[in-house]
């Protein structure tokens, strides 16, 4: 009777906006079928590529991969030193729902925003997905558990603006879920 009917991935992919052939990067992966689940519209035509800060994160990205059927290139780095070509993909991702940005250090994470900066393609876009804050018994029982909220605080906004980004907003917050996006200039 509480089990979500569907795809459970919809308002991701949805959000995302992503189509066939368009480049996606991915930093950072807490659900490797959500990454899937994107990496799966951009077909043959297109690429995917999923940059992981560490084997754990990198493995759930190649099992959320291969239990979907879909080809994601998998590396693992910082997020700070993105082994990926400048102005590459046309939406970068930061998976940012196990706190990946929000338990940086504040150089650290300027630092990965100026690499979103340089990895995108001019007019490409960049996505922070995190994690809303819980409310009612849910905030109660997990009081000092979860992750910093660098989305939902403001902080992916100003963060995005600060270092280059326009058209910065928070587009939605719905199903436990924030999402900012900012759009890369053209120059």
Do not use: H
């Amino acid at each position: 009777m509480f089990l979500k009917r569907g795809e459970p991935y919809a308002l991701v992919v949805g959000m995302a906006g992503v189509k066939m052939g368009d480049r996606f990067l991915q930093i950072g992966c807490a659900d490797g079928g959500r990454l899937a689940a994107i990496a799966q519209k951009v077909g043959l035509s297109g690429r995917a590529v999923a940059v992981a800060p560490d084997e754990p994160s990198a493995a759930r990205a190649r099992k959320g991969a291969a239990n979907a059927g879909v080809l994601v290139d998998v590396e693992v780095a910082p997020p700070t030193r993105l082994p990926v070509d400048d102005a590459a993909f046309d939406l970068v991702i930061v998976d940012d729902t196990a706190g990946l940005m929000g338990r940086m250090r504040p150089e650290d994470r300027v630092t990965t925003v100026r690499e979103l900066l340089r990895v995108a393609r001019p007019g490409g876009r960049v996505m922070v997905v995190g994690a809303a804050p819980r409310g009612g018994l849910g905030a109660l029982l997990s009081r000092g558990q979860s992750a910093p909220l660098f989305a939902a605080s403001g902080d992916a906004i100003r963060s995005l603006q600060a270092d280059g980004f326009r058209s910065v907003r928070t587009l939605a917050e719905r199903e436990g879920l924030v999402f900012v996006e900012g759009i890369k200039p053209r120059d």
